[in-house]
């Protein structure tokens, strides 16, 4: 499975970010507001204002309402801290938070001018760990969840940032404060219509062991019917598991850009290089492009695209398969939306006249985001159609995935991957077969961890499990691979 955590630009745009000074924020009292600063945008970010767009003024409230945990041994940093974020030095601040985080993390001044300094420098993805924290343990103080929700808003979590802003609208804030969330609440119904020009990147490197690189089964012998007799035949080595180490390469570019206001052009492409320690019989390459029009009608995205793949095992071409699909992503409420596609794939198999076929799949997926967890469960229907091929097969299919966002920098997934395979045709020629018509359920669970090290590059670590039952015992196997490796992102 290709691992690839999600990339971003390297171009900074220029923002209209929001100062707040730290006055109290009382029932009574309206807040004084500083105008909005420019900072640099995040990498990131769906929507950048221009230096000329309008200023968005946020209500200021004191992060003492929260008793301070540190000690008079760290009065002094949180004094430093907090001078800086006045005198807008939001990467002096941003550098003394980062230092200090092992000693200071947890204490509620301290966060905040940590989450602010790294919101302000374009580090909205650290930011958000701070304020979903901080939000998450004094559910009272609205301006941890303006914070909040401006970050949700130039990550592009675009619902998730509607939700925190209505929340506070809802407790009737003053006026300058009902003023900002309106600003934000109107450029969040733009650009759900609008498509925006942007651009990823992302390369991996990795290096594990598979304990079955040829998906093949474990036992030496098979017990046949031969000429109405029993009869026994032994597998040669090429017929059973082999287990190697191994290194993977991984790349991924994608480019949008927008034809119009609610329409635009996708494009993806892509390859992977997997090279096997012990033998390079089963070493596999890809590479893909898959390309998309795209238009937007309120809350739904259609989508029509067509794409080519190319595999080889070995160095010898393997498979070619040309596509074309059709999608509809539709947003049932705030943290939930439906995406259903329909694919066409012609697949030609240079080695295997018999799995050559035209295949048609249907499949739909629910997607659920809330703060720090998503998760994603889906089911897929594919025929084949290559006429009594004896490798032609229907397949029915369930996906479950989740990722869970531990801190800043840390991020556990996980996915369920199980596979109904059923063969059209019985096999005469084989012998192994029995006269069975063949019958597959493929079972596969990956669980991974990734951990942000630097700026655009993480290492994460993975283990993938495949249990393959078969009514045939030759088809039957498992298979587990460990892999671990750094991922650099754009």
Request: proline share 4%; with cysteine; hydrophobic share 35%.
């Amino acid at each position: 499975m290709l691992h690839g955590p999600r990339c971003h630009p390297t171009f900074w745009l220029l923002i209209t970010a929001l100062l707040t000074s730290l006055t109290a924020y009382a029932e009574d009292e309206v807040a004084s507001a500083d105008t909005a600063q420019p900072a640099l945008n995040s990498p990131d970010s769906p929507d950048s204002p221009s230096a000329d767009s309008p200023r968005l003024p946020i209500p200021a409230i004191r992060p003492t309402l929260v008793e301070s945990t540190t000690t008079n041994t760290s009065e002094a940093l949180l004094q430093r801290l907090t001078q800086y974020i006045n005198q807008q030095q939001y990467d002096l601040a941003y550098q003394l938070s980062s230092d200090q985080l092992a000693q200071l993390e947890g204490d509620p001044t301290f966060d905040f001018n940590y989450g602010f300094s790294a919101a302000q420098t374009g580090r909205y993805n650290e930011a958000l760990f701070v304020f979903e924290r901080l939000t998450s343990e004094y559910p009272g103080v609205p301006r941890y969840r303006l914070e909040l929700a401006r970050c949700y808003y130039y990550l592009g979590q675009l619902d998730n940032a509607d939700t925190e802003f209505r929340r506070v609208q809802a407790i009737n804030p003053p006026a300058q404060v009902q003023q900002t969330i309106s600003l934000f609440l109107d450029r969040i119904a733009e650009q759900r219509q609008r498509f925006h020009s942007n651009w990823a990147a992302a390369v991996s490197y990795s290096a594990g062991y598979d304990s079955n690189i040829n998906s093949a089964t474990d036992i030496d012998q098979i017990d046949i019917i031969l000429n109405n007799q029993p009869a026994t035949v032994v597998l040669n080595e090429e017929q059973t598991e082999t287990s190697s180490g191994f290194y993977k390469l991984n790349g991924n570019v994608s480019y949008r850009t927008p034809l119009t206001k609610r329409s635009g052009l996708a494009l993806r492409l892509g390859g992977q290089r997997k090279a096997n320690a012990s033998s390079n019989d089963y070493d596999l390459n890809a590479t893909f492009i898959d390309g998309d029009f795209q238009l937007l009608r309120g809350v739904h995205r259609f989508n029509i695209g067509a794409g080519y793949r190319h595999y080889w095992l070995a160095e010898e071409s393997l498979v070619t398969t040309p596509s074309a699909h059709l999608g509809w992503h539709y947003q049932l409420t705030n943290p939930l939306q439906l995406k259903s596609r329909v694919e066409l794939r012609e697949n030609d198999n240079k080695l295997n006249n018999d799995l050559d076929a035209t295949q048609l799949e249907l499949s739909s997926m629910l997607e659920f985001g809330r703060e720090q967890f998503n998760a994603q469960a889906g089911i897929m229907f594919s025929t084949e159609f290559a006429g009594d091929s004896p490798l032609a097969k229907d397949t029915l299919g369930l996906n479950l995935s989740g990722q869970y966002l531990l801190n800043t920098r840390s991020t556990l997934y996980a996915l369920l991957y199980w596979r109904q395979n059923d063969y059209q045709n019985n096999d005469d020629e084989n012998l192994l077969s029995n006269g069975n018509s063949r019958s597959e359920s493929l079972l596969q669970t990956i669980i991974g961890f990734n951990r942000s090290l630097i700026s655009n590059v993480s290492a994460f670590a993975q283990f993938t499990y495949m249990d393959n039952q078969s009514n045939i015992d030759i088809y039957q196997y498992d298979r587990y691979l460990i892999e671990g490796g750094l991922t650099l992102s754009f």
